[in-house]
């Protein structure tokens, strides 16, 4: 499991309050993402990664933001919530092959 | 941009037989490809990938892929279905080595007894 954790595994907020998901990985990986999964839209990236201080958007990253202040934890920021983004959340690091390792993930919902 | 189709949101198949799910994808360099399967409230589990060199690819549990260059293809199969394989399979296609994966939307299959 590339030894990722991600905290909460579940919430439920309202719409308007901020919320942060965690993501903690012990493997040192350098590159470390994080998706959305809705039905029939696979996943889809919000941001990512490639190194501490060092992140970039993805296709779905309004409304969020990131950071990593060290190589073993990114965390993803709702600044003020919407029920458009009740999902769940999917955390990944790259592995040494290119693949990518992925999170038990976070359930959001957002009244 | 990339895009990746698979055929079919939901496949039935019967235990024992072929299981073929199917995976097209857009990408204007040689990709690199994956297959990932989620049980239910589980995260994703790579079941296998292709980089560079033989074109068929031998996963886990059994699964197999092959890349067609020429058709933009990269389909999933196993020769004889198993209850433990009720999942969804999500493939997956990035342009570079470390680059983010675009997602197709998935396929669920249900093995019938």
């Known amino acids: 499991d590339a030894g990722i954790t991600q905290s909460p595994r579940h919430k439920v907020t309202e719409t308007g309050t901020p919320v942060t998901l965690r993501c903690h990985q012990t493997?040192?990986?350098?590159?470390m993402y994080w998706y959305r999964q809705d039905p029939g839209h696979g996943l889809r990236l919000i941001h990512y990664?490639?190194?501490?201080?060092?992140?970039d958007k993805g296709e779905v990253s309004d409304g969020y933001s990131v950071s990593r202040s060290k190589t073993e934890d990114f965390l993803l920021t709702l600044e003020s919530a919407t029920s458009s983004q009740t999902s769940v959340y999917f955390c990944?690091?790259?592995?040494?092959?290119?693949?990518?390792?992925f999170g038990p993930g976070t359930r959001l919902t957002v009244l | 941009a990339q895009s990746v189709t698979q055929l079919g949101s939901h496949v039935s198949v019967s235990e024992g037989a072929l299981v073929l799910l199917r995976c097209n994808y857009s990408?204007?360099?040689?990709?690199?490809l994956f297959w990932y399967v989620q049980y239910p409230n589980q995260g994703l589990q790579l079941l296998l990938k292709?980089?560079?060199?033989?074109?068929l690819v031998k996963g886990i549990n059994g699964f197999e892929a092959e890349f067609k260059k020429s058709e933009t293809s990269f389909h999933l199969t196993k020769p004889s279905a198993h209850m433990s394989d009720a999942a969804e399979y999500f493939c997956?296609?990035?342009?570079?080595?470390?680059?983010?994966?675009?997602f197709g939307g998935g396929t669920r299959v249900l093995v019938k007894p």
């Open positions: 990944a690091v790259l592995g040494s092959y290119n693949e990518q390792f």
């Open positions: 493997e040192n990986h350098r590159y």
């Open positions: 990664s490639y190194g501490v201080k060092d992140t």
């Open positions: 990408s204007s360099v040689p990709p690199y």
């Open positions: 292709y980089t560079t060199g033989a074109t």
């Open positions: 997956a296609v990035s342009e570079a080595a470390g680059n983010k994966l675009t």
